[in-house]
């Protein structure tokens, strides 16, 4: 089991709220059985038509990605996740964000921490003013440094407990005790039979 | 004190406290469809794990098919890949399979109910966000990506952290033209799009319950469109009524004995909610998207707002105007559409079909725009052309198609071109949803997307239904 405590690396900022998981990763890239080759498509359609911060030099191998409110609302669909994490991206900083798509990070070790939406634009403006700062997380200190900025990130603690203790991870866990849940599918009627 | 719905279904489906702290939930029934599962599979193949509940379990394709030729293989390759990866699956690991040329093929959320394996009190899992849609009968239903496909598959239960509850309740009557449709967007309007975060709503009052199963899917279906990722209402003689005689329902005696039981997962009278919301069905009228998120929102009345008057959403809004080609101040009633699209897990069922057709009936779709209907299922499909209603809209130029997701996602060849203008019955308008990097959308009810399609451009249905 893989143990993720927190993440290091230099940051890239990417402004705005409600940023969906078409515009992650638009739906003509699930026609696919892998997620392999996904990185290549993180953004696409904006990354066309806009001067996106995954497009600029300054943030060329960033790992913690910096986000407003809401990121990854929408879609279930993981190869958002997937495809941030295989293009580099080792944590998520945010006011907040979707509950479908915080959960699938986690199912794949990609921390999604929260702060204040004034600590995140403080971060934002620190990382555009110099991409060169490293960017630290301490998921059990709760904190983030960058340079002379200290915020405090939150997580919630049982999510914080899976990743430090490497049991995101869930089916071996799920399985652990199988008969329990042979037991509790009993106690339905629907299960059992009316 | 009294227990929500959420609550009993909850306790009932818990397995145990993980070490983690989140719960181990047992699902009921499990959803299985070609886009995000193929991983999945491939990693229970990896670790060597059967499907564990392979009687919870039932699939069908709907995301990425044609609508208009069924011929295999598919001309596209990926999506021919796609159905082939999924067709090994359901028979390497003994899943039930509503294929591409079985009666029961349709949209995941749809066949669902019309089979009746959809049932109260249920913990219901898929593979994608609109799973909430199974909430109209009284199961805590929720979309999950694929590593929680992964899970449900090998384990039948996921690792979940607890929900708040929010009632909001609808009270009153509609006015004539006024639909579920017109309900849910306005609650994502004045809740906000993330202001369903950690909520189960649950859907309550008058107004919904009178409302029909096909009306109450639609609003659950887009709960999540607000930040939920449950919504449900309480089941009653309704949600009775429509399970009657389904195939996977109870049926004898044993239907009375369910019923007993689906009526006892009702939330209490005197349970306590984290929140309350109230909304008057009579204030509401034919709601439009301008924007770019289900939330941005306006009656057909309505003018577009301007980012002057937004506060802190200034810059949002002024994205969203000049994504859409729209200005500020505009009135959305008179924009021009090219193509009108009836269909999705939203509203795409026979009742849906019946009031757009209503509207259709005796006139023609305007000479600029590209109308269709997808119908949910092949069910829906079927009653619709016995019912005459495929020829109404045939008649009036609109193609009739073979069911499936079609133009609300674009994964098959249904997609818009360039900028295209859309009005649709489905539930997003984000940016490039409808398969055009460009291409916009606008939100409404089935009925006003026909009144849209004849107009060729954005009009008040309440005009046509009287």
Excluded at chain 1, 45 to 67: E, I, M, N
Excluded at chain 2, 383 to 400: C, D, L, S
Excluded at chain 2, 450 to 464: M, N, Q
């Amino acid at each position: 089991m893989q143990r993720v405590t927190g993440a290091a690396g230099r940051g890239v900022p990417l402004r705005g709220d409600d940023i969906d998981t078409d515009r992650i990763m638009p739906a003509r890239f699930l026609r696919a059985i892998t997620f392999d080759g996904l990185e290549q498509h993180v953004f696409e359609d904006d990354r066309k038509t806009t001067k996106h911060p995954f497009d600029d030099s300054r943030y060329r191998g960033a790992s913690v990605l910096v986000v407003n409110s809401n990121f990854g609302c929408g879609s279930s669909r993981e190869h958002a996740p997937q495809g941030l994490q295989r293009w580099g991206i080792n944590a998520v900083v945010g006011e907040s964000f979707a509950e479908i798509f915080f959960g699938n990070s986690l199912m794949i070790g990609l921390p999604c921490v929260t702060a204040s939406p004034a600590d995140v634009r403080k971060l934002q403006d620190l990382i555009e003013r110099r991409p060169d700062t490293e960017v630290r997380i301490d998921l059990e200190k709760g904190a983030l440094d960058a340079d002379d900025l200290h915020v405090q990130v939150s997580i919630p603690p049982n999510v914080r407990d899976a990743l430090v203790t490497g049991a995101w991870d869930t089916t071996g866990l799920l399985l652990d005790r199988y008969e329990e849940v042979d037991a509790a599918s009993k106690r339905l009627p629907y299960v059992s039979g009316f | 004190m009294g227990k929500t719905l959420l609550q009993k279904v909850w306790d009932l489906h818990t397995v145990r406290q993980l070490p983690t702290g989140q719960t181990q939930l047992f699902i009921g029934l499990h959803l299985v469809h070609e886009v995000t599962t193929p991983q999945a599979f491939d990693e229970l193949r990896a670790r060597g794990w059967k499907v564990a509940r392979p009687d919870r379990t039932f699939a069908t394709t709907d995301h990425i098919i044609p609508t208009q030729s069924r011929q295999r293989p598919f001309l596209d390759v990926m999506a021919e890949d796609m159905l082939v990866s999924l067709e090994r699956n359901v028979r390497d690991f003994g899943i039930r399979f509503a294929g591409l040329d079985d009666d029961r093929q349709g949209i995941v959320h749809v066949i669902g109910p019309e089979l009746g394996l959809t049932q109260p009190g249920m913990t219901i899992a898929c593979g994608d966000s609109h799973t909430s849609t199974h909430g109209a009968f009284g199961a805590v239903a929720f979309g999950i990506g694929t590593s929680q496909v992964r899970d449900v598959l090998a384990s039948q239960c996921l690792a979940l952290e607890p929900m708040k509850v929010r009632r909001i309740r609808v009270s009153g009557n509609l006015a004539k033209g006024v639909y579920a449709k017109d309900v849910v967007l306005t609650i994502i309007q004045r809740l906000g799009v993330r202001g369903g975060t950690g909520y189960a709503y649950e859907y309550a009052g008058d107004a919904i319950e009178r409302m029909s199963m096909d009306e109450r899917m639609t609003i659950c279906n887009m709960s999540i469109e607000g930040g939920a990722r449950v919504g449900y209402v309480n089941p009653d003689e309704t949600t009775f009524e429509y399970m009657k005689g389904r195939p996977f329902a109870p049926s004898g005696d044993a239907f009375e004995r369910a019923k007993a039981w689906w009526l006892a997962m009702a939330s209490d009278r005197n349970a306590s909610f984290d929140d309350d919301v109230e909304i008057r069905a009579e204030e509401l009228t034919p709601v439009v998207t301008w924007g770019v998120n289900p939330g941005q929102s306006i009656g057909i009345d309505e003018r577009v707002p301007s980012p002057e008057s937004a506060g802190n959403e200034k810059q949002a809004v002024t994205d969203a105007l000049d994504y859409m080609g729209l200005r500020p101040g505009q009135p959305i009633a008179g924009m021009k559409v090219d193509v009108a699209f009836i269909g999705s897990c939203t509203n795409s069922r026979l009742s849906d079909l019946r009031e757009a057709a209503r509207i259709v009936r005796g006139h023609r779709v305007a000479p600029h725009v590209k109308a269709l209907v997808v119908p949910g299922s092949v069910s829906v499909s079927r009653a619709a052309e016995q019912e005459g209603i495929a020829e109404i809209f045939r008649a009036a130029g609109f193609e009739w198609r073979g069911a499936g997701c079609s133009m609300c996602l674009g994964m098959n060849p249904d997609k818009l071109e360039g900028n295209q203008v859309c009005a649709a019955s489905s539930n997003r308008n984000f940016k490039g949803r409808q398969g055009s990097p460009t291409g916009r959308t606008l939100l409404m009810s089935p009925a006003m997307v026909a009144a849209a399609a004849l107009a060729g451009e954005v009009t008040d249905v309440r005009r046509l239904v009287n």
